[in-house]
């Protein structure tokens, strides 16, 4: 009887232990099959991360925006650089907005467009033709002449507009601005001496 007592003491005593570390060995492989779907998933998420930084990386370099707004399409900047936002904002007489919307009447009535053709309809932004309108404006102030003086309705150009129109070409082709060969405020009549030597043949 006392053998038999022993005898399933030791057994319940066996089936205890087997049980006890039996369990670490299973929490432990459960642990392990975790933490490898957990660096698979890891692996498989840094690999869009990876292959997104390798194209940046091979990606070529944007150039620098252009200043104030380049402009696209038809409406491309003289090949030189200058601060036009800065150089049209002489234009202006008043910081009023009032004042400055009633000054810029002067483009709607010589080129017969409306405030959108550089506008956006929320007068939050611009189209592309705000850099040549930033130049033209310039451009007056410096050489003391107006919108009309060279428009002449929506397509239009005067007599001054269509010289000028060409001129406009040779600044791009020579790099140069418009006081190189033009005495500033002298409503484009009065010549430098770059400006006679070129009337004249010169290079």
Same mark, same amino acid.
């Given at each position: *009887?006392?053998?038999?007592?022993?005898?399933?003491? $030791?057994?319940?005593?066996?089936?205890?232990?087997?049980?006890?570390?039996?369990?670490?060995?299973? !929490?432990?492989?459960?642990?392990? +099959?975790?933490?490898?779907?957990?660096?698979?998933?890891? !692996?498989?998420?840094? +690999?869009? !991360?990876?292959?997104?930084?390798?194209?940046?990386?091979?990606?070529?370099?944007?150039?620098?925006?252009?200043?104030?707004?380049?402009?696209?399409?038809?409406?491309?900047?003289?090949?030189?650089?200058?601060?036009w936002h800065g150089r049209a904002e002489k234009w202006f007489t008043s910081t009023d907005k009032k004042e400055r919307r009633?000054a810029m009447r002067q483009f709607t009535r010589a080129l017969r467009k409306p405030c959108r053709f550089c506008h956006t309809?929320?007068?939050?932004?611009?189209?592309?033709?705000?850099?040549?309108?930033?130049?033209?404006?310039?451009?007056?102030? +410096?050489?003391?002449? +107006?919108?009309?003086?060279?428009?002449?309705?929506?397509?239009?150009?005067?007599? *001054?507009?269509?010289?000028?129109? !060409?001129?406009?070409?040779?600044?791009?082709?020579?790099?140069?601005? #418009?006081?190189? #060969?033009?005495?500033?405020?002298?409503? $484009?009549?009065?010549?430098?001496?770059e400006g006679k030597l070129f009337k004249d043949g010169g290079p």
């Amino acid at each position: *009887m006392k053998s038999l007592q022993i005898g399933l003491l $030791f057994l319940w005593g066996a089936l205890f232990c087997a049980g006890t570390y039996a369990q670490p060995v299973q !929490k432990s492989a459960s642990h392990k +099959e975790s933490t490898k779907k957990r660096d698979q998933t890891i !692996k498989s998420d840094s +690999e869009p !991360k990876q292959a997104t930084d390798a194209a940046k990386q091979s990606a070529p370099q944007s150039a620098s925006p252009q200043p104030y707004g380049h402009a696209t399409g038809a409406s491309k900047a003289a090949p030189v650089d200058a601060d036009w936002h800065g150089r049209a904002e002489k234009w202006f007489t008043s910081t009023d907005k009032k004042e400055r919307r009633k000054a810029m009447r002067q483009f709607t009535r010589a080129l017969r467009k409306p405030c959108r053709f550089c506008h956006t309809t929320d007068f939050k932004g611009y189209t592309d033709r705000l850099l040549i309108s930033q130049q033209m404006m310039a451009l007056t102030v +410096e050489h003391g002449v +107006e919108c009309k003086d060279c428009h002449a309705g929506k397509d239009g150009f005067t007599k *001054m507009g269509q010289i000028s129109k !060409k001129m406009w070409q040779l600044v791009h082709k020579k790099k140069v601005f #418009c006081d190189n #060969c033009h005495v500033p405020k002298t409503r $484009f009549q009065t010549l430098t001496s770059e400006g006679k030597l070129f009337k004249d043949g010169g290079p």
